[in-house]
């Protein structure tokens, strides 16, 4: 419905004041809707696998320079707040539900991985999608290094 409110909107200002002008309000109402968009906090939900040994971090949306560094700062937290309240030996990071990642969405799951294997001395791990959505010609691949498996993960 706000699409068809900012072509309307930009479509008056065209005929009505000036293409040029109706172009360049269009374009700045597209970035700053977009940057909206983009700079809304991404989800990370943490969880314990059934038997306590896992503890998976689920990022949700996207991981790139505008939240990167609440991202990591978020995930160390949850590392340690969790680390606290139970006994787990590994971390998972989910990323089955990532939509995009950029470089410094990727030095975010480096920098989880130091804080985990350095400072709290646990095994780290990334899944990057789920089980039921692999492709059949990659499992044996996958399954190499497969530390996390079970129906709890």
Do not use: W
């Amino acid at each position: 419905m706000s699409e068809l409110v900012i072509l309307f909107v930009v479509s008056f200002i065209c005929v009505g004041v000036d293409g040029a002008i109706g172009l360049m309000v269009g374009a700045v109402i597209s970035i700053l809707r977009t940057a909206i968009k983009t700079s809304k906090a991404n989800a990370i939900e943490a969880r314990t696998s059934d038997d306590g040994e896992v503890l998976i971090l689920a990022f949700t949306g996207q991981v790139s320079y505008v939240n990167a560094l609440q991202a990591e700062v978020l995930g160390v937290e949850l590392i340690q707040n969790n680390q606290k309240d139970s006994e787990f030996k590994y971390v998972l990071a989910d990323l089955s539900n990532v939509t995009f990642f950029d470089i410094d969405g990727l030095n975010v799951f480096e920098n989880l991985h130091k804080h985990a294997t350095k400072k709290e001395n646990l095994t780290f791990g990334i899944r990057l999608q789920k089980a039921e959505h692999r492709l059949k010609e990659t499992d044996g691949m996958l399954d190499q290094n497969d530390f996390f498996s079970g129906p709890d993960l």
